[in-house]
């Protein structure tokens, strides 16, 4: 199964009073792997809303383990879970430079019909696309 790795260094813009990487960043690295998934699925962003879809997020959790710190270098890899027929979860996992498990994510993301705002079934073309990164 393939997945999207991602990886960035740790900046001191990111670092919060108790020391280590603000909870907000890891929101912020999902977000941009997620749009990167995407993008690796061949539904890039732009794409979908040209298309008349708007992919939302329907739920994030998080799970934290251990924390990130400056000199540490964060790692994701992001793949799909379940695949339904408007829907995607998306999972993703953040490791450090040891490949120590620092934070467990999940999203749904829903994709909507830009002009109803209700659900959007996927061709089943682009569900197949999803299907390539389903992990187990």
Same mark, same amino acid.
């Given at each position: 199964?393939?997945?999207?790795?991602?990886? &960035?260094?740790?900046?001191?813009?990111?670092?919060?009073?108790?020391?280590?990487?603000?909870?907000?960043?890891?929101?912020?690295?999902?977000?941009?792997?997620?749009?990167?998934?995407?993008?690796?699925?061949?539904?890039?962003?732009?794409? =979908?809303?040209?298309?008349?879809?708007?992919?939302?997020?329907?739920?994030?959790?998080?799970?934290?383990?251990?924390?990130?710190?400056?000199?540490?270098?964060?790692?994701?890899?992001?793949?799909?879970?379940?695949?339904?027929?408007? &829907?995607?979860?998306?999972?993703?996992?953040?490791?450090?430079?040891?490949?120590?498990?620092?934070?467990?994510?999940?999203?749904?993301? =829903?994709?909507?019909?830009?002009? &109803?705002?209700?659900?959007?079934?996927?061709?089943?073309?682009?569900?197949?696309?999803?299907?390539?990164?389903?992990?187990?």
């Amino acid at each position: 199964m393939p997945k999207l790795t991602y990886s &960035s260094p740790i900046f001191t813009y990111q670092i919060d009073f108790a020391g280590h990487v603000n909870n907000g960043v890891y929101f912020q690295w999902l977000e941009e792997a997620r749009q990167l998934l995407l993008a690796q699925v061949g539904l890039p962003i732009p794409q =979908l809303l040209e298309g008349g879809i708007i992919p939302i997020i329907a739920s994030f959790t998080i799970e934290y383990k251990y924390p990130l710190y400056l000199h540490n270098t964060m790692h994701l890899e992001m793949w799909c879970g379940e695949v339904g027929y408007a &829907s995607v979860l998306i999972v993703g996992e953040i490791f450090n430079e040891e490949r120590t498990l620092v934070a467990k994510a999940t999203q749904k993301a =829903l994709f909507l019909d830009a002009q &109803s705002r209700k659900p959007k079934r996927f061709t089943p073309e682009q569900r197949a696309q999803f299907l390539l990164y389903k992990g187990d």
